[in-house]
């Protein structure tokens, strides 16, 4: 009937496509699956991919409403343009190489309704064999650069007690929603009314920490962040610090100095600043150092029938 306004969607989902030709129509299928009891309003920001990312979207999905940035904006910048192209009465964050299970949308809307002081709920966030890709963690304090998730020390003695704390609430085992200080980017939901009163992702990072720069915006203005196990996601994550081209190692610790520049070095503070960004900017060098001379290796053929003896 003319006049009458269509009904608000229940849900927008939001995917930032760059070069996605080859995980995009998966996601877009497994959205399209999973959500069953709710109204749905897909969209799609391109940063200006190359490789048909928009045909193939626009082939899996033809409702979607497709934003062509024109150039690589960004995450956060992309995100908040397709944040502006929905009335969604929520709001989730779903990466390209993210396929969401059967009703987990469904259950992260039926969370935040029954919780109105919950500002962000996330997945349980899984890799491709199934493992808890440990993305919910306590808030990041500079001791993560050692402590985190990929640092080698991790990887190499997992139980010891600083990256415990730092990880503790992603190794939990139980089904039961629990509270944590921030979650992935790969995929989250906020109400639309909390993005009203806090604001958007900050565009100044271009990607990487965006995601703990929001969820704890979001708990600054009394907002709860949760995960909840039940409603599960498999992250196809995109690549490890080992495999990651320089730009983006770049991208990573500049995210990393705006975040703690705004949240640990304010104030009086504010003189360590230079020495944070000459500790990330060292550490930066030597990750891309590391995987040169790892690439090289990779490369060298072993011509010696016997090896190397180590």
Not at 15 to 37: K, P
Not at 71 to 99: C, K, P, Q, Y
Not at 227 to 253: D, I, L
Not at 264 to 276: E, I, K, N, S
Request: glycine share 8%.
């Amino acid at each position: 009937m003319a006049g009458v306004d269509a009904p608000r969607p229940d849900l927008g989902v939001l995917v930032v496509t760059y070069n996605s030709r080859a995980v995009i129509g998966d996601c877009l299928d497994a959205v399209q699956r999973t959500v069953l009891d709710h109204t749905v309003d897909v969209v799609i920001a391109d940063n200006a991919s190359t490789d048909d990312s928009v045909t193939v979207a626009k082939s899996h999905l033809r409702h979607a409403t497709i934003i062509e940035m024109g150039r690589n904006a960004g995450f956060a910048a992309a995100n908040n343009a397709a944040m502006r192209a929905t009335s969604a009465r929520h709001l989730v964050l779903l990466n390209g190489d993210a396929f969401v299970a059967p009703g987990a949308l469904d259950t992260m809307i039926a969370f935040l309704d029954a919780h109105p002081d919950a500002g962000v709920v996330a997945p349980g966030l899984r890799n491709l064999d199934g493992s808890d890709q440990r993305t919910a963690r306590s808030f990041p304090t500079p001791a993560a650069a050692i402590w985190g998730r990929r640092s080698p020390l991790t990887r190499w003695f997992p139980r010891n007690r600083w990256s415990q704390r730092y990880l503790a609430p992603a190794a939990r085992s139980d089904v039961h929603p629990y509270e944590v200080d921030w979650v992935s980017g790969a995929c989250l939901m906020v109400p639309r009314s909390v993005v009203d009163s806090v604001g958007g992702l900050d565009e100044g990072f271009f990607m990487h920490w965006e995601d703990a720069d929001w969820c704890r915006r979001i708990n600054d203005a009394g907002f709860s962040v949760w995960c909840v196990p039940e409603a599960v996601v498999v992250h196809a994550e995109g690549g490890s610090r080992r495999g990651w081209p320089v730009a983006q190692v770049r991208y990573f610790h500049r995210g990393a100095y705006r975040y703690y520049a705004k949240h640990h070095l304010d104030g009086p503070r504010r003189v360590f600043r230079p020495l944070a960004a000459a500790a990330l900017g060292a550490r930066a060098v030597g990750i891309i150092a590391r995987d040169r001379v790892l690439r090289r290796t990779r490369r060298r053929p072993n011509l010696s029938p016997v090896g190397t003896g180590e």
